[in-house]
């Protein structure tokens, strides 16, 4: 299984991106997929994960009323749409899939995509 994050950009504060996830080499509603970002001198923190089947949805209290998952099972890809972006948020971004109940673990996925970097200036 690999995991391709793209849509990573230059933004104001305010503004809106959205990320892009495709998973190639498995069905993407058969994983469970995380974003996790990364600021610089941080550690990698959860931003938000998207169940298999059902597509029920958690993220952190940090993104949470900002940010949207979503999924197209047709084109195997996980969105998140990132509104009202901040500098705080600038990091890099990452997908991730795993089978795991564990969805705010980064140790429990299986499978990464490189990084998209986000950058929100003031």
Known sequence: ????????GLVQAGG???????VSG???????????????????EFVAAIRGG?????YAD???????LSRDRAKNTVFLQM?????????VYYCAATFSVDLR???AYLYWGQGTLVTVSS
């Open 105 to 107: 673990n980064e140790n």
């Open 83 to 91: 509104n009202n972006l901040q500098p705080e948020d600038t990091a």
């Open 62 to 68: 940090s993104v949470k009323g900002r940010f949207t």
């Open 16 to 22: 809106s991106l959205r990320l892009s996830c495709v």
């Open 26 to 44: 498995g069905t993407v509603s058969s994983y469970r997929v995380g974003w996790f970002r990364q600021a610089p001198g941080k550690e990698r």
């Open 54 to 58: 059902g597509g029920s949805t958690a």
């Open 1 to 8: 299984v690999q995991l391709q994050a793209s849509g990573g």
